[in-house]
């Protein structure tokens, strides 16, 4: 069998050294689209190295995202990268993120669970300083045709979206060039870039990241919400839904209680496709 779960689980955590500076944070934002307008005081401090402050989802792309990497080549995982797909993805802040560091990344499989048709692996990356603990990031990975080994199912309860209407419903334009700065950041998926190898996978062109619409949500609620206070972030979680394509408009509601907020992710141009579900922001 292509997974092993209990040797996967087993294995011994992989550690890296990872660093990172003001030009990969400020590559990271404008990946997101920060920086309009360019002269907004509020956009400076994701663009401007003298006011430079932190998006906490950064945690996902610091060290070109090897964390995720590392995971799918632990042993007892052995899989088709064309049958994998990004599940979920969940980060927990222990402290904000400097605008320069270096840290210890340590990544695992953390879990496997037995879906049936599929299994979902649960990739967890660890990253501290010599401070201590920054960091904990958990990718769930969705592999098609592995599942049916006898395993957990995993947990399976979902938050109940509330009986209200949103508090708040802002809407972000991806760019049309947007998926090609994002991948600056380490993701190197044609899938992102190359409209014959998107043609193979399914798509009749380039998809943006998941990961760069989480971001993008993020800063939507960081902004609108949180004061643009990054510190406040607590832990951020999503389900991924469904995809973004360049030059579409995310529709992004909020519904805000004491220390929590939760989100919902639609693409405008397709009659409110389902992109981002479960979504839960944690604050102070």
Not at 1 to 25: F, G, N
Not at 117 to 131: F, G, H, M, S, Y
Not at 206 to 223: E, R
Request: proline letters at 7%; aromatic letters at 6%; charged letters at 25%.
């Amino acid at each position: 069998m292509p997974i092993d779960a209990a040797k996967a689980v087993a294995a011994e955590p992989r550690s890296t050294e990872i660093a990172w500076d003001h030009k990969d944070v400020q590559l990271y934002h404008l990946g997101l689209g920060a920086g309009l307008p360019a002269t907004d005081p509020d956009e400076l401090r994701y663009t401007l190295e003298s006011r430079l402050h932190v998006l906490p989802s950064f945690a996902t792309v610091a060290g070109a995202g090897m964390g995720v990497v590392g995971g799918l080549s632990a042993p007892g995982v052995d899989v088709d990268l064309a049958a994998v797909l990004h599940g979920g993805q969940a980060i927990t802040l222990h402290r904000p993120i400097p605008v320069r560091g270096r840290a210890t990344s340590t990544s695992k499989v953390a879990a496997v669970y037995d879906k049936g048709k599929a299994a979902i692996l649960v990739l967890r990356t660890e990253a501290a300083d010599q401070d201590g603990p920054l960091w904990t990031s958990d990718a769930q990975i969705f592999v098609r045709g592995e599942g049916g080994f006898g395993g957990d199912r995993g947990p399976s309860a979902r938050p109940a979206r509330p009986e209200r209407d949103p508090d708040h419903v802002v809407e972000r334009p991806v760019r049309e060039e947007q998926a090609l700065l994002y991948r600056l950041s380490g993701d190197w998926n044609p899938l992102h870039a190359d409209p014959d190898f998107a043609k193979l996978a399914g798509f009749d062109r380039p998809i943006l990241h998941g990961l760069c619409t989480y971001g993008m949500t993020l800063k939507a609620v960081v902004d609108t919400l949180l004061g643009g206070d990054v510190t406040r972030v607590r832990s951020y979680a999503t389900r991924f839904t469904g995809v973004v394509f360049p030059g579409e408009t995310l529709r992004i509601r909020m519904w805000s209680d004491p220390g929590r907020i939760q989100v919902a992710v639609t693409a405008v141009e397709r009659d409110e496709a389902p992109v981002l579900a479960d979504t839960i922001v944690e604050h102070n």
